[in-house]
Structure formats: structure tokens, C-alpha cells
């Protein structure tokens, strides 16, 4: 039996490396041992490693190997001369040949992602080094260096093996050593267009198992299973200590089940039309927290009528990834919010918030209470809270603990309701609902249940029947960057010191979710199942003496009775009446549609007494954004990033004599009539924590606002990443955008010219292989593809430039996994990520917030859909907040990077401009 190659692969932080991984694996038969070269030192190597491997791999990175600090390690192995093959990759070919004397130098004709042809060089025997066996001449490959290895090297110990010309400029691509195995390539052998991937890596296995069989060494032993204890191949996040196991969670979470009803609602002809209504009258409350996750792309208000002009395929795919739409809020004894703060001195806090009116005794359905229609929309919006602080708190693995209790460990009570068959015979919400227990006894011609041949619930692989909603702001990313990387990063600090959650999400005892395409609706509450209710009672009891006896959480005892004398009755009851209130506003909209006209709320009546204005100011200047754009160049020049992707900030500030009407749902329906994507979303967040307790020991006034209030207004066209319930993850990075044409003959030219441009394909490609190395982390080994390349996709005022990566997910990772691996988004970072996010920080000097993170869901069942936060208004105190910016490559010109980025940015700042004249008679005015 042939026994496998272990290779240690120094990873210089680079975010291709785990593509160059995936094909040491697929070549060797093992994954790789994955460090980083500050990780341990030359003689820590030699003790654990030098024995047990058999070669070594240097990955690409940042910067220039004159300067860096960070290669004392490979110095040190290159110096003496160790016994053992070694390959460098991009950066790691300039490390090795700086070290025999090479001269680095800056590429003139720069152009990042750009498909080179490679040149192989031939003995005077006509042999090729044996690292390009079965490799024909010529072949394509990408680069993606800003600097080279100068062609005068010292030929006495290197030999070159391969070179390119690129605008008249000589490349060396590739060098060996004459007497050592070490060879090097500047270009990356692993990105998708390289050409050879496979054989590449599977000729230096060869020359590795050649080279120890030629000189006896005693390498290919067994290993010893603590080697892999590092390896970040699968095992990418350390365990998070103690998070879920607090004396609540211990409580709240054993043994308990879960019961979903669910009353699907048939017969509305055109449900997107209408969707509105029922967030307006169903969910929204300004002085409370809601949430609409808006599926809002135009084919669905049309999809029984598709444009010739767009193709199949295109439509369906659009259809099908934008067909669902969700909408809740926090209200109910079962709903959950969650905040999640950064501290300064600590590493976060999390934050459970309950409501405070949810631990009352009183039913709200009693005889003490009013018990009429708006009872549920009357609640305050004041929330008890409970604080976790400890040293590995980690946002997503505790999302994960407390989904983890409704895993599996819930029944579905299923009814449905004929929307048009009630309508018809005069009947209230209160009738003509079919239950399901009964009802599918009656209607099962087998033995499958009724409710499991319906699309939403069944068969559909990305609906979500019930979960978190919620969003992570763009400094999320110091969290993924300390699980990843083991780094702590200096946090740059708001310029104002507010304290905004870094993240916050939302668990709904009453949700809908809309089906645009059938265009069914389903009513989902949340309660516990029979028979679970008193034990759950006895828990929650013999809780309080342990929360009383545990000193670091320092639960009141106003919450401890809380807890126990919650009525789990009442839940019951209060699900019914929402569903029956809820059925009767259904009704009354569909009713009132045929003469409902679609347009925003009345204009006022000019009043040249009252002064309302709206005042846009840029957080920057136009000479300082191009200034800042010549510093990202000057990185990309001087080697420390491919791209990057630079944003800036725009303020409005608003003065309206009468504040109190100004209504953010309003404003928000007359953008979405404008931009209609698929990835929209309001969320009107509006909570007060109760002061009663201070008898914590720490200082809430640190960080928690005792009240917080701002809406999120999102127009977002972009996914970011999903995973499915058969766990596959998929992602659909789109760079590259052109007009159609007015004739057919014009269309088919524009369509050329954006296949062709090679700054579109360059900067679609290195979304591409950074999105494919952050799925190889993730994934089954060999299911990740690239099942979409620079395809080009057709609408009707567009074409746009799309790839698309997908993947089968381990069945040992979660959200948590994939949030820490891929967050955030590359187009909002550049590559190499991590450097990236870096230089972007030094350059912006200010927290992007929300804009730049994810909104969207994590659903029960563990699938999840988010977005990229992008042509998005944050409104709060008055002042309205848009970010905008664009990709930058060496490429990029300084005047035209900021027109893109202005243009960006009054994409969303114009029609809510419009909103303010027509709506409030604002005087509207452009500071920047």
C-alpha cells in the first residue's frame, strides 16, 4: 500500500492558500499540517515537525521578502540547507530566491488576476524540469504579483525552469536549485483558469517520493495523531468555553419540545403586491422591534409574464433564489433577542433581551387585561436583559447553542385556509380554517402527512419555518479574525463613541414567511407541545436556586420569579388570536387591493412657515478619497494587496418640524418601488432595557444604551452566501456590468465587449478563487466547483458578468463555521483578505457599520441565506447614514473610482431626496 505524502504548508496569511491546499490533499492522499510562520520558531520546528514530513510548501502573501519580519522561519530552513523538497508559491518563490542573492523588483505592466502564458524552459537534451512532467508548453496561468524576481539571478545555485512576456516585459516564473529539491513558481497553479492544477502538484508529490527513495531517508512513517491537533483544514475554530451552559441555557434547553403551528393561507392572486399590508398592519410598530426580510426582485411581480429578452435558466435561478420573503417581530413570551457588544478591555459581551411585560402573570388574555385587537400592539417595548461576559464568548457558536435546542425537537401542527372561499361566503378569520391534525388524517392517501408534500415546509431546501433574523455589522470581522487567525486587532473606535450593537438578532414567537412564486402565505407561531409545560415549569424552578448560587451572571430575583411563573397557557391562547387577527387583516387587505392604488403616503400642503430641510454631507472630500485611492494603489504597487475594496460615508441630517410623522415604513415603500432586488430589507429596531437592573456588578452604562433606536433601510441586489438543508453552500459573486443594447445587432456586440474586457474577467476572477479558497476550508474534500466562470447573464436593462461557487458543507461545521471562515464578504474587502481589511482600516480610519456586513436568516433546521449590505440607509437620531465605495486595482484611475463611488452613493440618497420634497417640502441640499 502506497503510503501518503505529508506536507507542511507555511501559510503566509493569504487567501488562496487553502486552493493550493485542496490539491496537496487531492495529490498526496493526506491533508497537509497548515501554520503560520510566526507560529513557532526554527528549532520548535525541527522538534515537531522536521521528522514526521516529508516536504514543505511556502504559500503566496503580502509584501516584499526584503522587508517582511514574518520569514525568519523558512531564512532559517533555507540556511541549512535542509534535507527535504520545498515549493514556494508567489510569494514564497520571491522568499526563496531573495534568499540566493535575487533582486526583487515591482512589475511595470501590473495587472492583478491577469491569465498569462507560461514558457517552459529545456535543457539542450530538450527536457523540461521535472516539475512541468505531462505539462505542454504554453499553457495559461493567472498572476497575481505586483513584484518579480529580477531575470539576473545567481545561475551557479538556481536554474530557470519558466518565464512569461506580458507587454514586453520578461516575468521569471519558476526557478530550481541546482543541488537542493527546492523550486519555486511565481505564478498560482491552484486558481481555477490555471491550466495543469492537478499535475502540477501531483509531479512534486513524485519528485518528493523520488527524491527520499534516491537518498534513503527515513521520512513516510506513520504519523502521530497529535500533529493534527493544529490543523486548521477542518478544525479551523477553537472550542468556545461554557457558552450555552449557564444555569439559563442548562434550563431552558434540556429535553424540552417545541411545537410549530402553521396555517397556510391560498387563494391571493398576486401576493407581492400586497406584501406590504400585511408587514404594515401585521408586524409594524415604530416604537418596537420589527423586521422584513423583502424579496422584492422585479421578475416576481411579473413572473407569469417573462421578458423574451431574459434567459431561462437566468429566470428560474432568480425566481427561485428570490421566492420567499419573511417578516416578524419580537413580541411573545417565546421570541428572543439577542445584542452582541464589543468592550473595550474585554473581549464582547452578549446580551439576551426578554421582554419585560412577557414575565407578568397576568394573562394578556384575562379579564384584567383589554383583550381587543390592538392588545398585542400595545405592549411596551421595555426588555429585561440578561449579561454573558466571559473570555471566549463567541457570537455565532452561541447562536448555534441556542438553536440547537429546537433541532429535530419540534412537531408541526399544519391547517390550511381558502382565502377566496371565505371571502366569498362573508366569513371571518375566525372560521373556515381547516386544521391539521384532523384534516391530514383526511387528505393522506399514504403514509407521507399532508403538510410534507408542500413546497415551504417540505420540499424547498432554503426556507426558513422559523429561526434568527438578524445582522452582523462589517466589525464583526474582528471576531472571525481572532478565531481564524488567532489574532487580536486594535478596534477602530466611532468617532462620536456610540454604543451600537456589533451584531443583533432576532428569534420571532410569531412570523410569516410569503411564497411570491405560488403565492401562498404561511402563519408560523412558536409554543411548546403538550405534556412538556409542567415539566418545563419544574425545571425552570429548581433553576432558580442554581441562577441565585451563580455569581457570575447575577440574575435578579425579579427575574428568577419571572421565569417560574410565566404562564405557558397563555402562549397558546395568545397564538391563537394572533392567528385569527391576523387571518381578518388578510382578508380586509385582499379585499381592498382592487382599489388600492400603489403610491406613498398623502403630500403635505406646502407651508412656507415650516423650514424642513435635508442636508447630505461626505464624511471625505473628493481630494481626500482620491488621495485615498493613491494610497490603495500605492499597497497594490508595492505588493501587499491584489485589490481593495475602499468606502467612504455620506451624513444626512434632517430637520422636520413635526419629527414624530416622519414614518421610516413609508420612506422605505417608496425606495423599494424604485429599486426592486431580491435581497431588500427594513428593520425597524426600537428597545428600552430595564433600569431596575443595576445590581450587576459591572457597568451597563460601559456599553449597553439604556435606549436604542435607528431603522435599516437595505436595497441590496447581492448574496452573499447561503447554505442549504441538504448542506450545501453556495455563493454568486457578480463583477462585470454593461448596458443592452437598442438593436439585436448592438446587443450582441455589448455582450462581446464584456466578455472580453479583461479588467472585468480579473476582477471577477479573484472574487472567485478567494470565495473557492474559503470554501475549501469548509468543505467535503473534492464537492467544491466553480459551476458558473464569467457567465453572462442577460435582464432587461443589463448584462452582467456572474460566477458562481458551490460546495457540499462537513457535517461537522455549522453557522458558526461558515461565518467565521467567509465573514466578510470579499467584495467588500479585497485580497489577500486579512492584509486587505487591514491597509482598508489604516486608510478609512472609521467603523463601516452595517454597511459592508450581512443581514438575512438562520433558520432552525440550520440552512441560512445573508446578503451583502450594500445601497443601504441606517437612519438614527435624525441623520441619515449611506455608505458607498468600489474596488480598486492598480488598474483603477482616481477621478472615475470616485464618479463610480458618488454614483453608488445617490443611487439611495436621490429617491430619498425626492421622498422629502414631495413628502415634507424639504429644502434638499449636496454637501460633498
Known amino acids: 500500500m502506497v503510503k501518503p505524502i505529508v506536507s507542511l504548508f507555511i501559510d503566509n496569511f493569504d487567501s488562496y492558500s487553502y486552493n493550493i491546499i485542496y490539491y496537496l490533499q487531492k495529490a498526496n492522499g493526506i491533508k497537509p499540517i497548515v501554520i503560520f510562520p510566526d507560529e513557532i520558531n526554527y528549532d520548535e520546528f525541527l522538534e515537531k515537525y522536521y521528522n514526521k514530513i516529508d516536504n514543505i510548501i511556502i504559500s503566496p502573501g503580502y509584501g516584499n521578502p526584503e522587508e517582511n519580519k514574518h520569514n525568519d522561519l523558512v531564512i532559517n530552513i533555507l540556511k541549512n540547507n535542509l534535507n527535504i523538497p520545498i515549493l514556494g508559491i508567489c510569494y514564497g518563490h520571491q522568499l526563496l530566491c531573495h534568499f540566493y542573492g535575487g533582486k526583487i523588483k515591482k512589475v511595470k505592466n501590473m495587472f492583478h488576476g491577469n491569465i498569462n502564458i507560461i514558457h517552459i524552459y529545456k535543457d539542450e537534451n530538450g527536457k523540461c524540469c521535472n516539475l512541468f512532467n505531462n505539462i505542454k508548453n504554453d499553457f495559461k496561468a493567472t498572476c497575481y504579483n505586483s513584484l518579480k524576481v529580477s531575470k539576473h539571478i545567481n545561475t551557479s545555485i538556481l536554474d530557470i525552469t519558466c518565464y512569461s512576456i506580458y507587454l514586453n516585459e520578461y516575468i521569471l516564473m519558476g526557478v530550481k536549485h541546482k543541488h537542493l529539491p527546492y523550486y519555486s513558481v511565481q505564478y498560482h497553479p491552484e486558481s481555477v483558469v490555471s491550466e495543469f492544477s492537478y499535475q502540477f502538484f501531483e509531479n512534486f508529490k513524485n519528485i518528493t517520493?523520488?527524491?527520499?527513495?534516491?537518498?534513503?531517508?527515513?521520512?513516510?512513517?506513520?504519523?502521530?495523531?497529535?500533529?493534527?491537533?493544529?490543523?486548521?483544514?477542518?478544525?479551523?475554530?477553537?472550542?468556545?468555553?461554557?457558552?450555552?451552559?449557564?444555569?439559563?441555557?442548562k434550563c431552558l434547553t434540556r429535553e424540552k419540545k417545541y411545537e410549530l403551528k402553521i396555517v397556510k393561507i391560498v387563494g391571493i392572486e398576486n401576493l407581492s403586491n400586497i406584501s406590504y399590508d400585511i408587514f404594515q398592519n401585521v408586524f409594524y410598530n415604530k416604537d418596537d422591534i420589527c423586521f422584513w426580510l423583502d424579496s422584492n426582485n422585479e421578475l416576481l411581480n411579473n413572473k407569469d409574464k417573462k421578458n423574451d429578452n431574459i434567459q431561462n435558466d437566468i429566470f428560474n435561478d432568480l425566481v427561485n433564489s428570490s421566492r420567499f420573503s419573511y417578516m416578524g417581530n419580537a413580541k411573545g413570551a417565546l421570541s428572543d433577542v439577542v445584542e452582541y457588544y464589543f468592550v473595550e478591555n474585554e473581549d464582547s459581551v452578549i446580551v439576551n433581551l426578554k421582554r419585560e411585560d412577557t414575565y407578568k402573570t397576568t394573562s394578556?388574555?384575562?379579564?384584567?387585561?383589554?383583550?381587543?385587537?390592538?392588545?398585542?400592539?400595545?405592549?411596551?417595548?421595555?426588555?429585561?436583559?440578561?449579561?454573558?461576559?466571559?473570555?471566549?464568548?463567541?457570537?455565532?457558536?452561541?447562536?448555534?447553542?441556542?438553536?440547537?435546542?429546537?433541532?429535530?425537537?419540534?412537531?408541526?401542527?399544519?391547517?390550511?385556509f381558502d382565502i377566496n372561499e371565505n371571502i366569498k361566503n362573508n366569513k371571518s378569520g375566525n372560521v373556515g380554517i381547516r386544521i391539521g391534525?384532523?384534516?391530514?388524517?383526511?387528505?393522506?392517501?399514504?403514509?407521507?402527512?399532508?403538510?410534507?408534500?408542500?413546497?415551504?415546509?417540505?420540499?424547498?431546501?432554503?426556507?426558513?419555518?422559523?429561526?434568527?433574523?438578524?445582522?452582523?455589522?462589517?466589525?464583526?470581522?474582528?471576531?472571525?479574525?481572532?478565531?481564524?487567525?488567532n489574532k487580536n486587532v486594535e478596534h477602530v473606535k466611532n468617532e462620536n463613541n456610540e454604543s451600537l450593537p456589533v451584531s443583533f438578532f432576532i428569534f420571532p414567537q410569531h412570523f410569516i414567511a410569503l411564497d411570491l412564486v405560488k403565492n401562498n402565505l404561511y402563519l408560523i407561531c412558536l409554543e411548546l407541545t403538550k405534556g412538556e409545560e409542567e415539566e418545563t415549569k419544574d425545571k425552570l424552578s429548581a433553576c432558580s436556586h442554581e441562577m441565585k448560587s451563580d455569581q457570575s451572571h447575577k440574575i435578579t430575583d425579579k427575574e428568577n420569579v419571572s421565569y417560574m411563573d410565566t404562564k405557558y397557557d397563555n402562549i397558546k391562547k395568545e397564538n391563537e388570536q394572533w392567528i385569527h387577527e391576523t387571518v381578518d387583516k388578510i382578508m380586509g387587505i385582499v379585499n381592498k387591493w382592487s382599489d388600492k392604488k400603489k403610491e406613498f403616503s398623502n403630500q403635505r400642503n406646502d407651508n412656507s412657515e415650516i423650514k424642513n430641510k435635508l442636508i447630505f454631507s461626505s464624511t471625505l472630500s473628493k481630494d481626500k478619497y482620491i488621495e485615498n485611492v493613491k494610497k490603495c494603489k500605492d499597497k497594490i504597487r508595492n505588493g501587499y494587496s491584489y485589490e481593495l475594496c475602499l468606502t467612504t460615508s455620506f451624513k444626512g441630517n434632517y430637520y422636520i418640524a413635526d419629527d414624530d410623522s416622519i414614518d421610516m415604513l413609508d420612506l422605505y415603500k417608496y425606495l423599494r418601488e424604485i429599486n426592486k432586488v431580491s435581497y431588500s430589507c427594513f428593520i425597524n429596531y426600537n428597545r428600552k432595557v430595564c433600569i431596575k437592573q443595576n445590581k450587576y456588578k459591572y457597568d451597563r452604562k460601559n456599553f449597553l444604551n439604556e435606549k436604542l433606536k435607528f431603522n435599516v433601510l437595505c436595497l441590496s441586489p447581492e448574496e452573499f452566501l447561503r447554505k442549504n438543508k441538504d448542506n450545501i453552500i453556495r455563493s454568486k459573486p457578480i463583477k462585470g456590468t454593461i448596458k443592452r443594447g437598442q438593436t439585436e445587432e448592438e446587443d450582441i456586440k455589448l455582450i462581446t465587449e464584456l466578455k472580453n474586457n479583461k479588467k472585468e474577467i480579473s476582477e471577477n476572477l479573484m472574487i472567485v478563487d478567494l470565495t473557492t479558497n474559503d470554501f475549501h476550508r469548509l468543505c467535503?474534500?473534492?464537492?467544491?466547483?466553480?459551476?458558473?466562470?464569467?457567465?453572462?447573464?442577460?435582464?432587461?436593462?443589463?448584462?452582467?458578468?456572474?460566477?458562481?461557487?458551490?460546495?457540499k458543507n462537513n457535517n461537522s461545521n455549522d453557522l458558526s463555521d461558515a461565518i467565521i471562515n467567509i465573514f466578510p464578504g470579499g467584495s467588500m474587502t479585497g485580497s489577500p483578505k486579512l492584509i486587505s481589511m487591514s491597509i482598508l482600516q489604516e486608510i478609512e480610519q472609521l467603523p463601516r457599520g452595517i454597511y459592508s456586513g450581512s443581514i438575512g436568516f438562520i433558520s432552525i433546521e440550520g440552512n441560512f441565506i445573508f446578503n451583502i449590505v450594500i445601497r443601504t440607509a441606517i437612519i438614527r437620531n435624525n441623520i441619515i447614514s449611506i455608505g458607498a465605495g468600489g474596488a480598486i486595482t492598480i488598474k483603477s484611475d482616481e477621478d472615475a473610482e470616485y464618479d463610480e463611488m458618488l454614483l453608488k452613493f445617490k443611487s439611495i440618497a436621490r429617491p430619498i431626496c425626492t421622498y422629502f420634497k414631495e413628502r415634507y417640502n424639504a429644502d434638499v441640499e449636496y454637501n460633498i
Open 364 to 416: 394578556y388574555f384575562s379579564d384584567q387585561s383589554q383583550n381587543n385587537s390592538d392588545n398585542l400592539n400595545d405592549q411596551n417595548n421595555t426588555y429585561e436583559y440578561q449579561e454573558i461576559r466571559e473570555s471566549g464568548n463567541c457570537l455565532v457558536k452561541y447562536l448555534n447553542t441556542k438553536l440547537e435546542k429546537y433541532k429535530d425537537n419540534f412537531n408541526i401542527n399544519f391547517s390550511t
Open 209 to 249: 517520493i523520488d527524491y527520499h527513495n534516491k537518498n534513503k531517508t527515513t521520512r513516510f512513517k506513520p504519523l502521530e495523531n497529535d500533529l493534527f491537533e493544529k490543523n486548521q483544514f477542518y478544525n479551523i475554530i477553537k472550542p468556545v468555553n461554557n457558552i450555552g451552559n449557564t444555569p439559563f441555557d
Open 437 to 485: 391534525h384532523t384534516n391530514m388524517q383526511n387528505n393522506c392517501n399514504n403514509s407521507d402527512c399532508f403538510y410534507e408534500k408542500d413546497d415551504f415546509i417540505f420540499n424547498n431546501k432554503d426556507t426558513c419555518l422559523i429561526g434568527y433574523i438578524g445582522l452582523f455589522n462589517y466589525e464583526y470581522k474582528y471576531e472571525t479574525i481572532k478565531f481564524l487567525y
Open 780 to 807: 467535503q474534500m473534492d464537492s467544491v466547483r466553480v459551476t458558473k466562470l464569467f457567465h453572462i447573464e442577460s435582464y432587461t436593462f443589463l448584462h452582467q458578468m456572474v460566477s458562481e461557487i458551490i460546495g
